[in-house]
């Protein structure tokens, strides 16, 4: 069975993901469609409006087959973030990865990654570096007004094309144009097309926009959410004044020096949004300063980085995926496809497990990994 990666977050599922997880299909001509989701922590840094299970209810009525993206992935920064979810398609046998873009045009991004290779070995690029220029920056310096350079989308995509050229070149590249909304639009405003961002606002604040953007079979699903990021605050507070700055310094993705700046600010803040009001600089972003915050929360070292994929967690599937999963065991026997996790394989998953236990521990949620088997529709 021909396959098709998708890597995604659902936070939550709306018509753009339904359009690109269908067109995804089609362009690729292949016969399964796997969701690569990130389970209840996301990449912005937060955790996900609805629970990882909710969230796979959610994608099935779009996808053939969802697995979890590991934890630890899910907050980290876009190249780290593609090369992970790229190794976790390669071990699912996957044949095509599709993303979607700003762009729309693959040569796009396969001439750039080349580029890009070639600029990092040249010599001024290493002159550069050694002047303790940022890689963006330098990108921006070396190819000047480049739109695959300009955007989120397609930033995270080139990241993609590049970690599939060095990890796993059997898997083909795709891409498809988002459609009618912008990665960061704040509020809803086409009559069937939304960011996530968008969606969440409405959902949070109560009014009824999000009903028009999402899929109309699975609105049972987008109830109340079940967190937000002020909800972490007062477990954060916690979690930052339980170290010492030496601690702190180990904690994945933290800045050297960083954590000097959290332990002074958590004492003058009363709530999330003020904490980060305080900590902002224009040395780091607000996403990347709400990563850390996050993996201070799960209490995530720089230890735990992953660099082989061990085992994947099924989170649900349909008939069409079951047969694939079928198919895949056959030719991969020695791999570890976990449908249910119990005491023997929750060492592959440790992480996962650790991020549910926090997640549900300040949403008050229920299902875990152990209680939860896998979702079939």
Known sequence: MKSVALVTEYNPFHNGHLY???????????????????GNFVMRGQP????????????????????????????????????????VANYLGVSHLCFGSESGEINEFLN???KLQSLENSPTFLEKSKEGKSYPRILSELIPDNDL????????????????KQHAPTIQPWTISRKNSKHHDAEISHDAFASGS????????????WQNVVPQSILKHY???????????????????????????????????????ILQKIEQATNFSQLMT?????????????????????????????????????????????QYLKQIKKTYPNRSYITQVNKQNAHLFKDEIHATKIYNFISKQTATDFNTPVIRV
Not at 59 to 81: I, K, M, N, Q, R
Not at 198 to 209: C, D, F, V
Not at 286 to 312: A, C, E, P, S, W
């Open 223 to 261: 109830g109340q959410p079940h967190i937000s990021l002020e909800d972490t605050f007062n477990f954060l507070k916690y979690a930052i004044l339980s170290n010492d700055a030496k601690s702190l310094a180990n904690i994945y993705t933290m800045n050297e020096g960083l954590e000097h700046r």
């Open 20 to 38: 690109h997880a269908q067109q995804s299909k089609s362009i690729t001509d292949a016969d399964v469609s796997i969701a690569i989701m990130s």
């Open 48 to 87: 996900a409006i609805y629970n990882k299970f909710t969230r796979t209810h959610m994608a099935l009525s779009a996808v053939d087959l969802v697995v979890e993206l590991p934890a630890l992935t899910s907050l980290s920064a876009g190249p780290y973030f593609a090369e992970t979810a790229v190794k």
């Open 198 to 209: 968008s969606i969440r606002k409405s959902l949070e604040h109560g009014n009824n926009a």
């Open 278 to 322: 305080l900590l902002k600089t224009k040395r780091y972003t607000y996403t990347h300063i709400q990563r850390i915050l996050m993996n201070i929360l799960l209490n995530f070292k720089q230890q735990d980085i992953i660099n082989d994929i061990q085992g994947v967690r099924i989170l649900g599937m349909t008939s069409n995926g079951q």
């Open 149 to 164: 350079l300009a955007s989120p989308n397609n930033t995270l995509g080139l990241s993609y094309v590049r970690a599939i």
């Open 112 to 114: 750039l990654a080349d």
